[in-house]
């Protein structure tokens, strides 16, 4: 692993916020009275995998509150791929915006495991 000064170089992190400001822009297309629930939950969900990353991050000292916060990122993100798959049900995304959007998040998840399987790599 290169050593990295900050969570904000890491890829993962990155992505997440990638990922974020994708959610972000397309919610801006759903319906109003979605403003509340739908559109809320899924950029709170989005935005929470990055916010939980930085502070694995801040936490890696201790190998277990590492990995308990990247379970948290893992879980968010998961919760994001329910809500994508709910917008996609109501009609607010078609197959193609979906199945990008989940792919993208499957990448994600794939990252987030890899950091917790060789958390020892980071917790030096």
């Known amino acids: 692993m290169a050593y990295v000064e900050s969570f904000r170089d890491l890829e993962v992190y990155k992505l997440s916020r990638d990922l974020s400001l994708s959610i972000f822009e397309m919610t801006k297309q759903f319906p109003n009275e979605e403003k509340f629930s739908l559109t809320d939950q899924i950029r709170r969900s989005s935005r929470s ?19 308990s916060k990247l379970t948290d990122a893992d879980g968010e993100q998961q919760e994001t791929q329910h809500w994508i798959e709910v917008a996609y049900d109501c009609g607010y995304l078609d197959t193609n915006e979906s199945n990008d959007l ?4 499957k990448i994600l998840g794939k990252m987030i495991g890899t950091m917790i399987n060789k958390a020892s790599e980071f917790c030096r």
Do not use: D, S
Request: aromatic residues 18%; positive net charge; without cysteine.
């Open 49 to 67: 995998v990055g916010a939980q990353i930085a502070e694995a991050w801040a936490k890696r000292r201790y190998q277990k509150h590492f990995i």
């Open 102 to 105: 989940i792919n993208e998040y």
